[in-house]
């Protein structure tokens, strides 16, 4: 299979409905509903998963991992696994210590933090249930599998450690020797005691951010393979680019030695921004051994194994005017870190400092999170990161001010967001929001939802008992996205930058390959690309192909998360492909026989100001391929390359409103309406937009009321399947309600603003706000999450005693 | 993941699966659709030494008019339960329950004796059977025996079943005219076990006036302890409850005001929700992930009087 | 060793496996079938849906000496050549993917499903796919390609 015919294969069909987004003639690409280049080989089963790639005299690699979450492992005996059939070589973490490095974390929040060894294989503790502790390689994976129920191990236990607040206490058994609080991370503005003084109205919450799995459908696997000299390392991962350099940091494999590639990957969430235990391992296997070896985990390894998302106890207090607006807010964060601190998890909460404030003004701001270590599987990236967590505490708090005072939650919103003649806005939290009109959107939310309807039909069930009770819930978000200014990144420790690169190599043909740093794994980058090269340099949108997660081939990027694949690899691409027009414009000029400060360009042909007279990109590719009369000083080559630093982050925003039905005789809820009406900024591919936006609100919601790891006080945990961890299925969800507001985004001339994390943060709070909304009558100002029927049934019984 | 090794033999008989039961001893399974067994092998739950494979067998497999009762193979799958116009017509309450298990796929290949023998008290399908007093037909080499469905379920995944034995068949018996039937199934997500389940089968009289009262009724308790359980009390206390008028439509799932019963029941309701209070009575329901005793317990309370009301109201 | 003979998308495959090899691995590791993925351990996700014998399994389990004797179709054997069956086209159409690891087993379960309701309600298409999981799109743009594809296939009297 190749990229070419597939995307032939595509084009024909395109072109035989005659209605797949295909744009008008002389229309634009960018904005058009183009039907995605990558699912010929998803619909058709051709797709490459790692797990598909088999490779002459593969091994096959099992772990065996900690039954224990705490607890020193005082004899690993892998020997006996060596004479099970078909097995090649076993190894404990003993055996692998001298060259097994530690994995990096890359974000030390503060200059005190505590950050552990963290060995990708367990040498002499365990620290979390599922921890590896020793492998078999074997012939096949079901050998490999059999072979470790022979390895001998045993275990001296430790206690667990499994509370954030117990773990706090002096005399905690401790998760590491350097205590379990990893660090403290304070930030304010303003004057926070002089806004809580005599406030008239104080909101104080405590709320729980749970503990999500992220459960991207592939679960993660890994191939590597040497041939001596260098090494490839295939895996399911978001990150090839960070991959590469962190694995040469581990391993001692010259980066120039290593190659990563990062295949089809099947979703990811965050959950594949990591640096694993695993594909540490994989090296080093196939380092020792000389062979290729690949490990594929099942669903419940990888509940175990994945980090984690979320984990947070959210202490707050807002301090209002009578009138409902606000004067200062504080926050005290335990985020849980779980056993060691990965790629990025002490950074995952202070993402959220700064969006605490959401769309409101106020006077002062005090933020304080203590990060701390437990026996659990580490915490990372989760769609959103840091963010959702803090949108849902402004945006439940709001429905609990509103609630305080009597208000309509959309008017005490109202009274304090920022209005649209107010930007560009610098926010409590020194964020600069650009763009926005949260009216706009708002006022579309409410028409497409019916709010005063819904209303209406709510106190009416109010009135007459109505065993089922019908609440809204309100989510008036923002987000910080486009991941990430350098210099931001830098100020808050974190050890790389944040701009994105793309290559634009024009092709003799007059085709184009356009190579970028970001790492698509279902978004649809490889269609919203060409969407911008085919206008970028007027090219049809068959005629381009992306090129990416490969180091070899797409070697420098930062790869994809926190919804800034657009916002900066986007850009980049644009720069690349101006680069290369301009290049284009002076061969134009000397094929016409005219001066470069003369030629236009439009629609893919370079003309003489003034004339017809033209020349198409496509025959200056050509012409530069001759090189046989090139201008003096002109190189045979078009292609381009560029990189992108943003200035700034971008600030998507949005309204959401939620109508749940709350069965209260049993707790039940369903949501009976969602809409969602998002501001994005510019539009690459709608289709696309509302794709990311369908599948954010489904995770917010699952947050809401379906998903939580669930470990017992030992550390076990108790959601290690899909039967556990529930997961919405389609008909567990409603249909959504999307629409769009436009402002540009003013950081970027694509005018974008990201859309990956946008429906997720949003959508929980709505949810969870409609739900408490049903049972305000009943006493009820909180219902933890998720909100199983169970608790809500509780609560209703707490709240009416 | 991926399971231990076993032997495996496919039988061409029932004799020769016995035979080879008998021959294996306690470390032998009997393999049927494997809807249930095969999740427990991947995870290395079990490790049988021997699996007998019967899913071909056509001696067990299908439905019959029996004349009392209605005559269920074994290895009749769920989605064959489901489309039989026999069960449909003799036993309702069967093919409504077994469209609530798990979901299409499984049930394409997962079979009726297969779930019994399983016994998993969260499983939707023994709870029917204890209302409807289905009989297990057990076949081992000494022959054959026939167990009640109370009999047959006797602990936490344990039943009747000994060594060397296999179910072979389920009688339910007909309840005749008159009745309606309703399970009412409360999970947290479509594919998600029963938190508790009600199987009810409702005998209802119609006086002269319109009126309308239960004349007899069946319950069966969905993961109320480790065992499915007969709701007797609520059976007893039911009989001669007036019904309401307006027949509710009957549906499983996600609330909605048509679908529900008033709230506070006064009125005709009453009686009904009286004996629907005593559901709990005699159980001994677990604490897991989903929910607790207590709010088990209250579950039963209402779902019983929810699966009565609209078993009442399908006559 | 047992030996058994399956068809797997038209194919006649005869192999010797052991009784404990699941239908998925024989399809992926010994037959090349790559196109059927494996997403769980407990038959939750779906990901592994095929028809065997005409209605829809999870091929993760499913024993390979289960499905002795068995005419298989996996996603691999759907399209025509180049022409893609009908439902493939709807998903593609309705942007019904993103990252795509669902989509087999979910075409596998949407084509089931017609079976025995040709022209369903939205409400049908969710419950008809309660037991295939999908992380990406939140599901309204699957259960609107059900509905295109079921369309498509009434209208070209498509079998499959």
Known sequence: MTEELDAGIVARQIAESGELGEPARNRHEVGAARRRKEDARLVTGRTRWTDNIQLPGMLYVAFLRSPMAHARVTRVDASPALHRPGVVAAFTGRDLAGEQGSLPCAWPVTEDIVVPAHPPMAVDEVRYAGEAVACVVATDRYRAYDALESIEIDYEPLPAVVDMNAALEDDAPRVHEEGNRAYVWKFGTGDIDAAFRDAPVVVERTFVQQRLIPTAMEPRAVVAQTDGDSFTLHSSTQVPHILRIMLATVTGIPEHKLRVIAPDVGGGFGSKLQVTAEEVLLLLLARRLGKPVKWTESRSEGNLTVHHGRDQIQRLSLAAEADGRLRGLRVDLLADMGAYLMLITPGIPILGAFMFNGIYKMDAYDFTCTGVFTTKMPTDAYRGAGRPEATFAIERLMDELAAELGLDPIEVRR?????????????????????????????????????????????????RRDPVQLGIGV???????????????????????????????????????????????????????????????????????????????????????????????????????????????????????????????????????????????????????????????????????????????????????????????????????????????????????????????????????????????????????????????????????????????????????????????????????????????????????????????????GGAS | ????????????????????????????????????????????????????????????????????????????????????????????????????????????????????????????LPAVAVALDMEFVLRSTTGERVVTATDFFTDYLETALEPGEILTAVRVPKLGEGWGYHYEKFHRTAQAWAIVGVAAAVRVTVSESGARHVAEARVGLTNMGPTPLRATAVESAAVDAELPPVPHATANGSPSTARLPSANGSGPHDTLREAASLADGDTSPTADLHATPDYRRHLARVLTHRALTHAAATV | MTRITVTVDGVAHE???????????????????????????????????????????????????????????????????????????????????????????????????????????????????????????GYSNIVKAVRRGARAMSDQEVTT
């Open chain 3, 15 to 137: 192999e010797e496996v052991e009784p404990r090899l699941l239908l998925v691995h024989l399809l992926r590791d010994r037959l090349g079938k790559i196109g059927t993925p494996v997403g769980c351990d407990t038959s939750n996700c779906g990901a592994c849906t095929i028809m065997m014998d005409g209605r829809s399994v999870k091929s993760c389990s499913v024993l390979a000496v289960q499905a002795d004797g068995s005419e298989l179709l996996t996603v691999e054997g759907l399209a025509d050549g180049p022409t893609w069956h009908p439902m493939q086209r709807a998903f593609h159409e309705e942007h019904a993917l993103q990252c795509g690891y669902c989509t087999p087993g979910m075409i596998m379960a949407a084509l089931d499903l017609l079976k025995d309701d040709p022209d369903p309600s939205d409400e049908a298409i969710r419950h008809g796919l309660e037991g295939n999981l999908c992380r990406c799109t």
């Open chain 1, 415 to 463: 009274r304090n967001w920022i209005t649209r003649d107010e930007f560009p806005y610098t926010t409590v939290a020194n964020m600069t929001y650009d763009s926005g009109d949260y009216e706009a959107a708002t006022r579309k939310a409410l028409a497409l939802f019916g709010y005063d309807k819904l209303r209406a039909e709510q106190s009416e069930r109010r009135d």
């Open chain 1, 475 to 797: 989510s008036t978000y923002t987000e910080m996205c486009g991941l990430a200014p350098s210099r931001v990144l830098g100020s808050l420790s974190y050890g790389a930058g944040g701009w994105e690169y793309a290559a634009v190599r024009m092709l003799p043909t007059g085709k184009v390959e356009a190579v970028t740093g970001v790492s698509p794994h279902g978004q649809g980058h490889e269609t919203a690309w060409s969407q911008i090269v085919a206008d970028a340099l007027g090219v049809p949108f068959e005629d381009v192909a992306v090129v990416h997660g490969d180091t070899a081939i797409a070697h420098k990027g930062m790869d994809t998360y926190g919804s800034r694949s657009l916002a900066v690899g986007g850009v980049a691409l644009v720069r690349a492909c101006d680069k290369v027009r301009e290049k284009a414009r002076h061969v134009a000029a000397h094929m016409l026989e005219a001066s470069a400060e003369d030629i236009e360009f439009s629609e893919g042909t370079f003309r003489v100001r003034g004339t017809e007279a033209g020349t198409t990109i496509q025959e200056i590719a050509l012409a530069v391929f001759g090189a046989h009369d090139l201008p003096d000083g002109v190189e045979a080559s078009l292609d381009s390359d560029a990189t992108f630093d943003p200035d700034d982050f971008s600030f998507p925003h949005g309204t959401h409103l939620c109508a749940v039905e709350v069965d209260t005789e049993t707790g039940a809820t369903s949501i009976r309406s969602y809409v969602a009406v998002d501001d994005i900024g510019k539009v690459i591919n709608p289709l696309i937009v509302e794709g990311q936006v369908h599948g954010g609100i489904a995770q917010g919601i699952a947050q809401a009321l379906f998903e939580e790891a669930v470990y017992d006080s030992e550390g076990n945990l108790l959601t290690t399947t899909m039967a556990d961890y529930l997961l919405p299925s389609a008909a567990d969800l409603p249909d959504f309600v999307t629409a769009r507001t436009e402002t540009p985004a003013t950081g970027n001339p694509l005018g974008v603003k990201g859309v990956g994390e946008a429906g997720t943060i949003a959508s929980t709070p709505a949810v969870v706000n409609a739900v408490v909304d049903a049972l305000r009558p009943y006493g009820v100002r909180d219902v933890p999450m998720p909100c199983t029927p169970e608790r809500v049934w509780r609560a209703i019984q």
């Open chain 2, 1 to 124: 993941m991926i399971p231990a090794s076993f032997d495996y033999v496919r039988a061409s008989s029932v004799d020769e699966a016995v035979e080879v039961l008998a021959d294996a001893g306690e470390e032998a399974k009997v393999l049927s659709g494997g809807q249930s067994l095969l999740p427990l092998l991947r995870l290395r739950l079990a490790y049988p030494s021997v699996l007998v494979d019967v899913g071909r067998l056509p001696e067990l497999r299908g439905v019959r008019d029996e004349g009392g009762h209605v005559h269920i193979g074994a290895t009749t799958t769920h989605d064959e339960i489901i489309r039989s116009p026999v069960v449909r017509a003799g036993c309702p309450l069967v093919a409504l329950a077994t469209a609530t298990v798990a979901d299409p796929a499984v049930r394409h290949r997962g079979t009726f004796g297969g779930s019994m023998a399983h016994a998993d008290p969260a499983g939707d």
